[in-house]
């Protein structure tokens, strides 16, 4: 028990801990016989954006990058070797025709032969299997062709085979599967035509074996679990400035994500050119990972989907408020909403519903929620709203319509659009607050004093940057801020309904934006500290609030402690979350009211988030270097005494009987 304080001079621990010096222990008193108001399940959230190579290279499996030679440059990310010649004449697919034929070379050892580099390479692992899919035709009076299909690791060594051979001169889908016999992060695949005919090849698509659910075109199965493990209850998408487009004619437009893959059209990705310092040129959306696949995960996660529609703006910052459809064109805009509507919940005979059931769901998806815009603002939003309100309102009272305040949390414009939200009745407002720790831990008692006049807070998107905007890491400092702050959600659970981090995932040698909930590269991936924050709030929250107060007020900062509370009537648990963004530990007294001696459980648990140099990230060397911990705590009657240690997220759970 020394404390050092130069080299070789050590002094008694006990100078620096004596009673004199040490803080009192703060009183805390939960009033579990408070009426309390209930908590919402959407509360907790994902806000999905294909941004970071979200969608294509990431959440969404396929590992062929312009699998459709469909990219303005028809053979970005692809090798050619000898004769192969793209073409576009007598296409299976009308929406992206073109396709290459690959001719033989005679009399030589040398081969024809295509290789796709994937999204930073392909990840392969040993024992696994890879399902590699190709429309193929022979030209009329051309024998049966071989085609011999390498993966192939880092190093250009053949880590799995298998062969296919075409047999007809019509358009056909073949598939073969190959196991991977080593594992490798930047491995590739290649098609070489063994035979010395033509044949012609289009849409070469390579999925995993084990997709989320084995799902055909599916998604990648350890994002989908980590994002499943966040229990969401709603799920935003699919996005973001991506609703908007860097120009309208590349706005997210649901209608081209549905229907057979093959046929779905590309979308220049907004990502794609527009953050300097982080280019992305190879960055296009397939809309592979499209609205019925949003649906079947927001099913899968039991979350309730929140499709957010553009509204007639592109990227307000992009276009500098030129990109606007005009108002009295804007039918086509609100007709596209309305669908997205009858895509998700009209019947297998409506126009709509039909495509859905054909696609494999007849049962709707129980949409409730919409967004109308992104982060928008002015008066040309606000006329836009209005119109797509009132037809939505018209023909679907039972939807919740979400409206956007803007990309700034005040000001004079923020104000200007709740009040205009207020004034047009949208059921919930958008908030987005990107900033810095300071703000976190001072507005931690931002919705104590909002009005509660029936319109609810969406808190859509928000992060804390600990450095540069959009450039900043996911260390534990940033996720302790968030988590102060988001008991200011839970207190407020009246108006605050739903809340999403973002963005969501990232790519870590393709992204625009940091900070990001979960990094991957092609193999693996990376809970960030605020990722777990995330989780402890979502995982552990009771349905309806119980005040959680020092003298008689919410802790909002005083001794550097935050807190909220909440019972889990299912489960009969109060939950309280604490949180010490201090330098010092704290020792809590915690006091029970409404709860008879000896009624709490002897122990209760706890699960901490705590790094001792808040500057730490998980990194892929290091990726649990801030989880988080459980362990019980001791109750007398209906006391119980602890200590939070500085700079800590706490989460304690007592039992009721
Ligand atoms: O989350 C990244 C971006 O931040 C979103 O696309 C946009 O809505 C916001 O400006």
Redesign the pocket.
Known sequence: MFSRLKKGVFLPIILILSPLGAAAPVSISVDADAKGVPVQPTMYGIFF?D?NFGADGGLYAEMVKNRAFNFPQPLMGWKTFGAVQLNNEGSPFAENPRYVRMTGIKHSRKRSLLENEGFRGMGFEQGKTYNLSVWARQPENEKPQNILVNLVDNENNVIGKANLRTDSTEWKRYSVSIKAGQTCEKGSLRLILESFGQVDLAHISLFPGDTWKNRKNGLRRDLVQALTDLKPGVFRFP????VEGSELPFRYDWKKTVGPVENRPLNENLWNFSTSGRRTPDYYQTGGLGFYEYFLLAEDMGAEPLPIVNCGLACQFQTKEDGQQPMDQLGNYIQDALDLIEFANGSPETKWGKVRAEMGHPAPFNLKYIGVG??QWGACYLERFSEFSKAIRARHPEIQIVGSSG?SPDGKRFDELWKAMREMKAELVDE?Y?SNPKWFLENAARYDSYPRDGVSVFAG?YACYVKGFSNSPNNFLSALCEAAFMTGFERNADIVHMTTY??LLAHKEAWQ?RPDLIWFDNLSLVKTPNYYVQQLFSNNVGDRTVPVTSEGKPLTGQHDLYASGTYDGANKRLIIKLINSGREARDINLEFKGIKSGQLAEKAQYLLLHASNPQTENTFEAPFSVVPVSGQITIKGDQCSFRIDAETVGVYIFQLP
């Open positions: 954006e941004i996005g973001g400035c991506i992104n982060e990309p987005h990107y998107e973002a963005p934006w």
